[in-house]
């Protein structure tokens, strides 16, 4: 049996895929007699477009990350889905003129019209090759480009077998889009690991013994039809019986154990890689995975979130076998960079397969997925392990909020992390989210009025109103407050489906709009975005020097640049706001009045300091524990030291110093 494994445009080609990788290894385990071939058609695609058009690796991700829920990438693909290069070219144009320049609008445009074009010759390609199967891995904005591949190749060629799974196939979208696309002979839904190679072994039972002669390609599936009865029992399965009617197998309640989660192979991505001109556009990074559902979501599930799909139950691989995997990998092909795909960390991991990556004397740069409550011994465990940046679900600094979304997490918690990565190096990826029912101006207009004291700290990448998500909490419970919910107006342009089907097949959901106005949303939007201009002219840190405590800042809505903390009192309370405390609680803690602490704390938010959430305080200034900070704030401190002395012969009190 001859297998190719096709990962279409728009996922990133700076990795290889994961579930190609572990699909390719999969097959190779269970059917050994198999033959297994991985067709990077998204790096085809580049080669491809290049020589056609102006567009370089900006568009690309333009495309691939940036667009996601305005759906332009798998819009690109529709006219190939639909065999018309003027699919709905009027209705996209007046959705997104406005939100788009006149560059992106006319490449939009351009690669829609030749989008048939590349996807005819990748199915002469793929039909060319003789394979027996086809499978299509679907996720994020590559449902289009899949399914009209999958067209292609089956009008060409109606022998072959067209398989497609993925994250785009979970539940009912997988039986959306068998019942709506004929050419898709099978829909794998779940863990694929399990059912596709159960899939081909039925499908292989039905072929020619390898002495016989094939059948032409030409020659009609039912031809060749698997019985009824070898396909029943593969859970999750959707399938055409005799009558042609598609059938959808119930899932797996069951997810996959860790122990039979199968490491993936990456061997072609590389080879194909060293031969695309996308060579000269990426480093490449490998992708890992530890483990998979999320072991939050299986106590408090986010409100808003809607990964994991059918699986939430959370499991992990032993750190031995996941560390070989890891150091197997970057041997094999010599890369050291790797982004670990889980969706939240296994905190047995921080003290049993972080130290071995510390000490395996590899210099690995790691991204990775965390909670935000983790402490600063913990964040800087992952930085000594290699962790270069981290996503920890931020999305908020106001408690309320927070539990609004049931995160499980604080303000002060979160800016902790912010402050605590500062410290380690470790760079985080997070976004400021708004639009949750029982929200008010209330709950965002303290917050942006601290974050100028902020600017040091890592900022959101954006802030944006949240999307209703299939599988969230919001989705599946209307009494959370959204209960009008539609497909995602860019389904209407990709595809020719009535409402009813698109329901079914649709991961994002329009809602009439919950939570703030326009007004305070465009006030957060400034607030973020002065943010991230700031940042890398902005400065905070502390040196704590025993019976002294030193704060060195460059900030531009702030007018002082060295603070000496030398009263024992400020330097125990600058001490206990290493965590979030009230003031009553450190009143208690460190035998203080009230009142003294409340003039404190408004002083030192006043400076920039501190932030105050819910009652709660935290100081915000990382260590100097980087060297370019040491640096940098040694220069401050030798100049500050020069002014204190010369204040001092004077006679002069010095405690603000400006440099």
């Given at each position: 049996?001859?297998?190719?494994?096709?990962?279409?445009?728009?996922?990133?080609?700076?990795?290889?895929?994961?579930?190609?990788?572990?699909?390719?290894?999969?097959?190779?385990?269970?059917?050994?007699?198999?033959?297994?071939?991985?067709?990077?058609?998204?790096?085809?695609?580049?080669?491809?477009?290049?020589?056609?058009?102006?567009?370089?690796?900006?568009?690309?991700?333009?495309?691939?990350?940036?667009?996601?829920?305005?759906?332009?990438?798998?819009?690109?693909?529709?006219?190939?889905?639909?065999?018309?290069?003027?699919?709905?070219?009027?209705?996209?144009?007046?959705?997104?003129?406005?939100?788009?320049?006149?560059?992106?609008?006319?490449?939009?445009?351009?690669?829609?019209?030749?989008?048939?074009?590349?996807?005819?010759?990748?199915?002469?390609?793929?039909?060319?090759?003789?394979?027996?199967?086809?499978?299509?891995?679907?996720?994020?904005?590559?449902?289009?480009?899949?399914?009209?591949?999958?067209?292609?190749?089956?009008?060409?060629?109606?022998?072959?077998?067209?398989?497609?799974?993925?994250?785009?196939?979970?539940?009912?979208?997988?039986?959306?889009?068998?019942?709506?696309?004929?050419?898709?002979?099978?829909?794998?839904?779940?863990?694929?690991?399990?059912?596709f190679p159960r899939l081909?072994?039925?499908?292989?039972?039905?072929?020619?013994?390898?002495?016989?002669?094939?059948?032409?390609?030409?020659?009609?599936?039912?031809?060749?039809?698997?019985?009824?009865?070898?396909?029943?029992?593969?859970?999750?399965?959707?399938?055409?019986?005799?009558?042609?009617?598609?059938?959808?197998?119930?899932?797996?309640?069951?997810?996959?154990?860790?122990?039979?989660?199968?490491?993936?192979?990456?061997?072609?991505?590389?080879?194909?890689?060293?031969?695309?001109?996308?060579?000269?556009?990426?480093?490449?990074?490998?992708?890992?995975?530890?483990?998979?559902?999320?072991?939050?979501?299986?106590?408090?599930?986010?409100?808003?979130?809607?990964?994991?799909?059918?699986?939430?139950?959370?499991?992990?691989?032993?750190?031995?076998?996941?560390?070989?995997?890891?150091?197997?990998?970057?041997?094999?092909?010599?890369?050291?960079?790797?982004?670990?795909?889980?969706?939240?960390?296994?905190?047995?991991?921080?003290?049993?397969?972080?130290?071995?990556?510390?000490?395996?004397?590899?210099?690995?740069?790691?991204?990775?997925?965390?909670?935000?409550?983790?402490?600063?011994?913990?964040?800087?465990?992952?930085?000594?392990?290699?962790?270069?940046?981290?996503?920890?679900?931020?999305?908020?600094?106001?408690?309320?909020?927070?539990?609004?979304?049931?995160?499980?997490?604080?303000?002060?918690?979160?800016?902790?992390?912010?402050?605590?990565?500062?410290?380690?190096?470790?760079?985080?990826?997070?976004?400021?989210?708004?639009?949750?029912?029982?929200?008010?101006?209330?709950?965002?207009?303290?917050?942006?009025?601290?974050?100028?004291?902020?600017?040091?700290?890592?900022?959101a990448d954006g802030s944006?109103?949240?999307?209703?998500?299939?599988?969230?909490?919001?989705?599946?419970?209307?009494?959370?407050?959204?209960?009008?919910?539609?497909?995602?107006?860019?389904?209407?342009?990709?595809?020719?489906?009535?409402?009813?089907?698109?329901?079914?097949?649709?991961?994002?959901?329009?809602?009439?709009?919950?939570?703030?106005?326009?007004?305070?949303?465009?006030?957060?939007?400034?607030?973020?975005?002065?943010?991230?201009?700031?940042?890398?002219?902005?400065?905070?840190?502390?040196?704590?020097?025993?019976?002294?405590?030193?704060?060195?800042?460059?900030?531009?809505?702030?007018?002082?640049?060295?603070?000496?903390?030398?009263?024992?009192?400020?330097?125990?309370?600058?001490?206990?706001?290493?965590?979030?405390?009230?003031?009553?609680?450190?009143?208690?803690?460190?035998?203080?009045?009230?009142?003294?602490?409340?003039?404190?704390?408004?002083?030192?938010?006043?400076?920039?300091?501190?932030?105050?959430?819910?009652?709660?305080?935290i100081q915000i200034a990382?260590?100097?524990?980087?060297?370019?900070?040491?640096?940098?704030?040694?220069?401050?401190?030798?100049?500050?030291?020069?002014?204190?002395?010369?204040?001092?012969?004077?006679?002069?009190?010095?405690?603000?110093?400006?440099?």
């Amino acid at each position: 049996m001859r297998v190719l494994l096709v990962n279409t445009p728009w996922t990133s080609i700076d990795v290889p895929s994961l579930a190609v990788g572990i699909l390719t290894n999969s097959v190779r385990q269970k059917l050994p007699d198999a033959e297994v071939e991985a067709v990077h058609a998204n790096l085809d695609f580049v080669d491809w477009v290049v020589d056609r058009t102006e567009f370089g690796l900006s568009d690309y991700y333009y495309y691939s990350l940036f667009t996601y829920f305005a759906g332009c990438g798998d819009w690109v693909f529709s006219s190939a889905l639909y065999d018309d290069p003027q699919w709905r070219v009027k209705e996209f144009t007046d959705r997104v003129r406005t939100q788009m320049t006149e560059r992106e609008l006319a490449l939009n445009l351009e690669l829609h019209r030749l989008a048939p074009e590349f996807v005819a010759e990748l199915a002469d390609r793929i039909v060319a090759r003789e394979p027996d199967v086809v499978g299509f891995t679907s996720t994020f904005q590559q449902n289009a480009a899949a399914l009209a591949t999958a067209r292609a190749v089956k009008k060409r060629a109606p022998g072959i077998r067209t398989v497609m799974g993925g994250a785009n196939c979970d539940g009912e979208q997988g039986a959306a889009i068998h019942r709506n696309f004929a050419f898709v002979d099978y829909v794998v839904r779940g863990e694929g690991e399990a059912v596709f190679p159960r899939l081909l072994a039925a499908i292989g039972a039905t072929l020619p013994a390898a002495d016989a002669t094939p059948p032409a390609l030409s020659t009609p599936l039912a031809a060749g039809a698997v019985p009824a009865d070898a396909l029943t029992g593969i859970e999750g399965l959707c399938w055409a019986d005799a009558d042609g009617r598609s059938v959808a197998n119930p899932m797996s309640s069951k997810p996959l154990p860790p122990a039979e989660i199968v490491a993936p192979d990456y061997g072609g991505y590389f080879e194909r890689l060293a031969a695309s001109r996308a060579r000269n556009w990426v480093e490449p990074r490998l992708v890992v995975e530890g483990a998979r559902g999320c072991w939050w979501g299986e106590k408090h599930h986010c409100t808003f979130c809607g990964l994991n799909g059918s699986f939430m139950q959370f499991r992990s691989k032993h750190p031995g076998r996941f560390y070989d995997e890891i150091i197997e990998l970057v041997e094999r092909h010599q890369v050291l960079d790797m982004f670990v795909v889980d969706n939240i960390l296994d905190m047995s991991y921080v003290t049993s397969l972080l130290p071995r990556l510390t000490e395996s004397g590899y210099d690995l740069r790691l991204q990775y997925e965390i909670k935000s409550n983790m402490k600063g011994p913990q964040v800087q465990a992952l930085a000594d392990a290699g962790l270069v940046s981290v996503q920890p679900g931020i999305e908020s600094l106001s408690s309320r909020v927070l539990k609004l979304m049931d995160k499980g997490v604080s303000g002060c918690l979160n800016i902790r992390m912010l402050r605590d990565a500062e410290t380690s190096g470790i760079t985080i990826a997070w976004n400021y989210l708004y639009g949750f029912p029982g929200e008010t101006d209330a709950d965002y207009l303290p917050v942006i009025e601290q974050m100028p004291a902020l600017h040091h700290l890592c900022p959101a990448d954006g802030s944006t109103r949240i999307a209703i998500e299939r599988f969230s909490p919001f989705f599946v419970r209307p009494e959370l407050g959204f209960t009008d919910l539609r497909p995602a107006a860019q389904y209407r342009l990709i595809y020719d489906l009535p409402e009813s089907e698109l329901m079914d097949l649709a991961y994002l959901f329009d809602v009439p709009p919950q939570g703030i106005d326009g007004e305070t949303a465009d006030r957060l939007d400034r607030a973020v975005t002065q943010w991230q201009h700031e940042y890398a002219r902005s400065r905070l840190t502390h040196h704590d020097l025993g019976d002294e405590i030193v704060l060195v800042s460059r900030r531009k809505h702030f007018d002082w640049h060295v603070l000496r903390l030398t009263d024992p009192v400020e330097v125990a309370v600058f001490r206990q706001l290493d965590q979030p405390h009230g003031i009553a609680a450190l009143s208690r803690r460190l035998s203080v009045d009230e009142p003294v602490l409340t003039a404190l704390l408004r002083r030192w938010r006043d400076l920039g300091l501190v932030y105050e959430d819910a009652g709660q305080f935290i100081q915000i200034a990382p260590q100097a524990m980087n060297q370019d900070l040491l640096r940098i704030d040694h220069l401050h401190l030798e100049r500050a030291a020069a002014e204190t002395r010369a204040a001092a012969e004077a006679g002069e009190p010095a405690v603000l110093t400006a440099v």
